[in-house]
């Protein structure tokens, strides 16, 4: 069963900083690319970030460059978001996911978590 488990959200003031992680369990993520992507209530999901090992890529939003770097421990199955300067307008629910596609960079996501909630107050 594959399954993807974010943890490490919460509340944080502008200027402030979170690491998520993502446990992962059921697929081999050499496999895959891995990836973040956030929602945002009466918003359009945007991706975040996404790293390909095997197309040795990574892509990172426009509105996230040089404040948030993703990496993954593929001996302990885990992917973390490292997120720095936080801004209110990065509050949005959070995922993890999966990806056996990479198109320009960037994942389609084949599976995913249930997400954390990250929220910057002003």
């Known amino acids: 069963e594959v399954k993807l488990v974010e943890s490490g959200g919460g509340l944080v003031q502008a200027g402030g900083s979170l690491r998520l992680s993502c446990a992962t369990s059921?697929?081999?993520?050499?496999?895959?690319?891995i990836g973040w992507f956030r929602q945002a209530p009466g918003k359009e999901r945007e991706e975040v970030s996404c790293?390909?090992?095997?197309?040795?890529?990574?892509y990172y939003a426009d509105f996230v460059k040089g404040r948030f770097t993703i990496s993954s421990d593929n001996t302990n199955n885990t992917v973390s978001l490292q997120m720095n300067s936080l801004e209110p307008e990065d509050t949005a629910v959070y995922y993890c996911?999966?990806?056996?596609?990479?198109?320009?960079?960037?994942?389609?996501?084949?599976?995913w978590g249930q997400g954390t909630q990250v929220t910057v107050s002003s």
């Open positions: 996911g999966a990806s056996s596609t990479v198109y320009g960079a960037r994942c389609l996501y084949n599976f």
């Open positions: 059921g697929f081999n993520l050499d496999d895959y690319a």
């Open positions: 790293s390909s090992s095997g197309h040795g890529s990574k």
